[in-house]
């Protein structure tokens, strides 16, 4: 009896006991998890002002310290980078363990996607590099065909590798892997800076045209002129055109290489770590939002093709500007209203706010926050220009309303998809008699279809479908569809080569030649990011509603 009422005492002490040593081992590893996030962090960021003071030194001094310095800085980090990345496949693959769970909100289609798609342009770009080095070569160094090449195979071989582990949640060697992920990071960021900063190239092309204009008119000049007029004007134009996608590459990769450094050491629960029941995209429940959003879009591809006919000419006439102006002036405003009607829906909601930790989202967040900041800075450059010369020009008024406009619709938007990612999905909370009695309807409907007459029952099951829908969630999936395709409209525009922002020259000519390359070259990719990652919000919004 005595033994038994000593057991039954020392039953809680024992388990007070494991519970408290388990408590320790969690509070222990989750120290080692903090204490290698700030040494990646660190490294990352000396890494960064390392690069940085290299760059800065170019800019402000480039006898001591030249362009060819910093690819050599660049070549040796991409080279570390590497060899890092082939070491991370390898270790992976070798270790079965090495890889016990992965993100499903890591990684989205559309974000793989995008990777591709920048990837295979910078490639394209660094083949016109070369090929337009390759026109100089008699009157350039060889030596520089060798940075390109260099570049070439990084971003291939990171393409591949964060194209099929960019959902890895990584259980070993945890430290190395924070700090190779913190590197190839910073040197995706140096890339980015070097980009934006470097006009060497843009400048060489424009006094290689000038030396040609003054050549054809009588004048001698030392400019190195190409061998091949006619294969030097193809790559001057690819290099241009595919010039932003370099630095829309690097940002991506950036956000991609962030997501899985937070992921390293991660532990899902088993049922988080399957994909979610997600729906798939379809137009069900949308009318309006996909006609008015096609509307804009054509109305966009249309000037478009009229802007880039016109800027393949010497110069770009007036009239050309004030209609790709007057194109954002009207679409803006539209933008803006269905942004904030979308916002002020959201409050009247009863879904609940989801709470979970989920970083991810969390990332998504503060990207589109970070990335609206490029064109919300150069529509501030914008307004202190126009303001401080001419403001009462037509053209300079549309620049002036469409800079306002365009912080407005940034704002709105914002609002609306950030509020939009934070609600529980309703697919995610139905209950199960609903889901059932959507699959006994889907089966009639097939049913039915098989009877034929197959074109007007679709029509008329989409026509149902729509009638039947909450008037709220009617219309979020309206706004959300419209805003989708008007902002693959402004995406499209300058991701393929409409830059009025540089090509108007009125803010060139205000801030000078040098500071304005630099404001376009940060604040456009972040606009284009920007444009693409809103995109992929809108379609969480739109399945979510």
């Known amino acids: 009896m005595g033994a038994e009422v000593t057991g039954a005492h020392s039953s809680p002490r024992q388990k007070s006991w494991l519970v408290r040593h388990f408590s320790l081992l969690l509070r222990r590893d989750r120290q080692a998890q903090k ?38 800085l660049l070549a040796a980090l991409k080279a570390l980078s590497l060899l890092w990345l082939l070491y991370y496949v390898a270790g992976t693959t070798c270790r079965p363990h090495a890889v016990l769970y992965r993100d499903p909100h890591a990684g989205p289609i559309w974000v793989r996607g995008s990777l591709l798609l920048f990837g295979s342009c910078t490639i394209c770009l660094n083949v016109f590099r070369v090929g337009y080095d390759m026109s100089h ?10 940075f390109p090449a260099i570049e070439m195979i990084f971003i291939g071989v990171q393409t591949w590798v964060l194209w099929k582990h960019c959902k890895d949640c990584v259980q070993v060697q945890t430290n190395f892997t924070r700090c190779g992920l913190m590197l190839t990071l910073a040197t995706n960021l140096l890339m980015w800076v070097l980009a934006v900063t470097n006009d060497s190239m843009h400048r060489e092309i424009e006094a290689e045209l000038n030396a040609l204009m003054e050549k054809f008119s009588g004048n001698d000049t030392n400019t190195c002129l190409c061998l091949n007029a006619t294969v030097c004007e193809v790559f001057r134009k690819g290099y241009l055109m595919l010039y932003p996608f370099s630095t829309e590459y690097c940002l991506i990769c950036c956000a991609v290489l962030f997501v899985m450094w937070k992921n390293v050491g991660r532990r899902l629960a088993p049922h988080a770590s399957a ?38 000419g010497p ?60 064109q919300i800075g150069i529509a501030y450059f914008s ?9 009462h020009e037509l053209l300079n008024s549309l620049i002036l309303a469409y800079s306002l406009l365009l912080i407005l619709q940034h704002i709105a938007q914002n609002l609306f998809v950030i509020e939009g ?46 009638s039947h829908l909450n008037w709220k969630r009617r219309a979020l999936k309206e706004i959300s569809v419209f805003l989708i395709l ?24 205000f801030y000078g030649y040098r500071t304005w390359f630099t404001i376009v070259n940060f604040g456009l990719p972040l606009g284009v990011f920007y444009r693409m990652h809103s995109v992929g919000g809108l379609v969480e919004v739109y399945l979510g509603a």
């Open 35 to 72: 204490a290698g996030q700030l040494f990646s962090g660190l490294l990352a960021l000396n890494v960064v002002f390392l690069g940085g003071a290299f760059i800065c030194s170019m800019i402000f001094n480039n006898v001591a310290v030249t362009l060819g310095d910093v690819w050599i």
């Open 137 to 146: 070569i008699h009157c350039k160094s060889q030596l520089e065909l060798i």
């Open 275 to 312: 994909h979610p029941s997600t729906p798939p995209f379809h137009l069900l429940g949308a009318i309006f939002g996909p006609l008015l959003g096609l509307l804009v879009l054509v109305a966009g591809i249309c000037v478009f093709v009229l802007f880039q006919i016109e800027a393949s």
């Open 315 to 374: 110069t770009i006439a007036r009239q050309y500007f004030t209609l790709y102006y007057a194109f954002y002036a009207a679409v803006l405003p539209a933008m803006s209203l269905a942004c904030l009607a979308g916002t002020a829906i959201h409050g009247l909601e009863e879904r609940e706010l989801d709470t979970l930790k989920n970083p991810t989202r969390s990332l998504d967040v503060v990207l589109l926050m970070g990335a609206a900041l490029g």
């Open 383 to 391: 307004i202190v220009a126009i303001v401080a010369t001419r403001p």
């Open 421 to 466: 990612l934070h609600r529980r999905p309703v697919w995610e909370a139905a209950p199960e008699g609903l889901g059932e009695k959507q699959e006994a309807e889907l089966h009639r409907r097939g049913s039915l279809l098989e009877l034929g007459q197959g074109l007007r029952r679709a029509s008329r099951a989409y026509i149902h479908s729509y």
């Open 486 to 509: 008007c902002n693959v409209t402004l995406w499209m525009m300058p991701a393929f080569g409409i830059h009025p922002e540089f090509e108007n020259g009125l803010e060139k000519d």
